[in-house]
């Protein structure tokens, strides 16, 4: 392989045309998805140079374009959907152009031929409230319409009810197996790509696949010689090493992220709306202990770890990192959101309202972060059910708080709040987003309705509901948020050398996604590709320099704004009181900022952010 091959398809016109893109010029997904977005303001799908090939991970799909959602360049992907779309035959499709009315994309390669490209109108309103409903519909639709054209199991990307109504709709996949859709929901939900796709492209679905033979790297001797030079481990020893905390840790007795974090998370559990920042230590703990450990992670252990109900994104990995129980996949992020975010201790309380919204088809942890956020509004008075359409409010504090009733509760009241977003009930209307409702809300209701609301803002409308860690690092001034491109690591850094850190992280992770890698393999990905790509094409240094000039460009269009909300400010304030009064971290820095924050919590809270934006700021200039 000497050059990527972009499949540009005009959604409005059904042309199509192929590009080719030197290697070296451009490496994968995302330098060359930045480029596209920036001269064509395409939605980008495609895969890395590694795809198809023996190395664990390589088969991840990446979509890139300027998102509604985030307002700025965004990066989001699903794992295992690079396998089938490296038949295809090419390195990404670029979609241009709008279809006039909503479509599904059929791409179909048969080896030796041209991809046979069609663009299918479908009634959405019709699919989307047909059998399984929402984006369940729209993939069993696609596949009753098309699959049988294809020779072997072919991909269906599609979105959900969410992508029309909000800025905040996911990409939904799931894996085909021996000609039926299987249970494994896999997402690019983080930055609405799906409200892009749909809204700026017209395109609801894709169905993909086909014969073609591609040149993949498949040398295992060669890929052993590698790792054994490196590590003394065949690749295969070392990949099933590294992937150990999401298929099983022995250290905590689980698997998976949610098994391993919230058996780790202890006085740092973020719930009912992050008002755990608010309670001492002892309480936090005991709260861990009895709502967590006792019950919600004892639930999934004993349903999911203890039966070994974990199946792979759809490529062959030894992380079978895809927890589940029946339909209902357990991923730490999206049951914290709509977990313990949400007041919800319970697994089946969880499952459902997760479920709904994956059946719209959200961006689970966002929606979930707006929905706590409501939450708290309704139970402090500050919104009535009239106002957001819905018929109670919730149970949301951990006082005479029973486990099983008042989570179902919360769980309903959150499904209820997922269809007046949709259906736009009372005051309710997230067409612009989240944040341009919030600002709104403030201004005929007052600063106190917005202000529980945690976001990181990006440009005039711009927001991203934050990863689900007690840490500074999420809420980080970067171009990109809501991803793993910040250092999220619970320890105290002064924030000048967290935005350095942060740099340091986004370059690292870019260094995978650019060549199409899933980041559980990170523990010997971001040292080990660099030298794959010297091995495969002499060009090891020219990689690292493109992905450093790959973070200056994007890092050039940076346009973050201030925390908006006084939640945001708290959530660093607390941060460092815990690690003065509970880790016991002694540092003058430490002690410095929290007498700022004592002072002048506003004052305080922007210095920290610009601190963590000018270490960002001096660590990705292009030129060092």
């Known amino acids: 392989m000497d050059s990527q091959k972009v499949l540009f398809v005009d959604a409005g016109t059904g042309f199509y045309r192929m590009a080719r893109y030197p290697i070296g010029d451009f490496f ?165 790509l799906g409200s892009r796709m749909l809204r700026q492209h017209g395109v609801a679905a894709i169905i993909y696949g086909g014969t073609h033979l591609s040149e993949d790297f498949r040398d295992r001797k060669v890929a052993d010689q590698w790792f054994q030079d490196k590590y003394q481990k065949k690749m295969l020893a070392k990949d099933v090493e590294a992937t150990m905390k999401y ?48 019950h919600y992670l004892r639930q999934f252990n004993e349903e999911t770890i203890v039966p070994r109900q974990q199946r792979t994104c759809g490529e062959p990995c030894p992380a079978v990192c895809k927890k589940s129980r029946d339909e209902f996949k357990k991923d730490f992020e999206p049951y914290q959101t709509m977990g313990p975010l949400c007041g919800i201790f319970d697994q089946r309380a969880a499952e459902q309202l997760n479920h709904h919204a994956d059946r719209y088809g959200f961006d689970a942890i966002s929606v979930g972060g707006v929905l706590s956020w409501l939450m708290e509004c309704l139970d402090r008075r ?151 790509v010297g091995s495969l094409f002499g060009l090891k240094n020219e990689y690292l320099k493109s992905i450093s000039v790959t973070a200056s460009r994007i890092n050039s269009r940076n346009s973050s704004v201030f925390w908006e909300s006084e939640r945001n400010m708290d959530y660093v304030h607390t941060f460092l009181l815990r690690h003065r009064e509970v880790e016991g971290t002694k540092r003058p820095e430490l002690d410095d900022w929290i007498s700022q924050f004592e002072r002048d919590k506003q004052e305080a809270s922007y210095s920290f952010w610009c601190e963590i934006f000018k270490g960002i700021h001096e660590s990705l200039r292009e030129f060092n």
């Open 247 to 294: 298929r099983f840790d022995p250290r905590f007795d689980t698997g998976g992220t949610f098994g391993v974090n919230y058996a780790s998370v202890g006085g740092k559990i973020l719930a009912f709306n992050y008002r755990t920042i608010y309670m001492g230590e002892a309480d936090r703990r005991q709260m861990h202990e009895k709502f967590i450990v006792a």
């Open 382 to 532: 500050l919104l009535t059910p009239e106002d957001l359409g819905v018929r109670g409010t919730p149970v949301f504090s951990t006082d005479g708080f029973s486990l099983e009733s008042d989570s179902k509760r919360n769980a309903e009241l959150g499904m209820e709040l997922l269809d007046s977003i949709i259906h736009k009930r009372g005051i309710v209307n997230m067409e612009e987003g989240a944040r341009k409702f919030a600002r709104r809300l403030s201004r005929d209701k007052g600063k106190a309705v917005s202000d529980p609301f945690v976001y990181a803002a990006f440009a005039r409308n711009g927001w991203m509901v934050p990863n689900q860690y007690w840490t500074p690092g999420v809420l980080s001034p970067m171009a990109m948020m809501g991803k793993y491109y910040m250092y999220y690591g619970g320890d105290f850094v002064p924030p000048r050398t967290l935005g350095r850190m942060n740099a340091e992280r986004f370059r690292g992770e870019l260094i995978m996604d650019n060549l199409g890698l899933c980041r559980f393999h990170r523990l010997w990905a971001e040292e080990m590709l660099p030298e794959i």
């Open 28 to 192: 994968g997904p995302i330098d060359l998805g930045l480029h596209l977005a920036g001269k064509y303001n395409s939605l980008n799908i495609g895969v890395g140079i590694l795809a198809g090939s023996i190395i664990p991970g390589s088969n991840r799909l990446f979509f890139t374009g300027f998102s509604q959602a985030w307002g700025g360049f965004y990066v989001s992907s699903i794992g295992g959907a690079g396998l089938v779309f490296d038949n295809l035959g090419v390195n990404c499709v670029a979609l241009v152009g709008k279809a006039p009315t909503p479509s599904i994309l059929y791409l179909n390669r048969v080896h030796g031929e041209e991809i046979e490209i069609k663009i299918e109108p479908v009634d959405l309103r019709l699919v989307w409230e047909q059998g399984r409903g929402g984006i369940y519909g729209l993939l069993d639709h696609a596949w009753d319409r098309f699959g049988s054209s294809y020779a072997t199991d072919p991909r269906i990307l599609a979105v959900g009810p969410a992508a029309l109504a909000t800025d905040f709709g996911a990409i939904g996949s799931v894996p085909i197996t021996d000609g039926k859709l299987t249970t494994v929901d896999t997402w690019a939900g983080r930055g609405g």
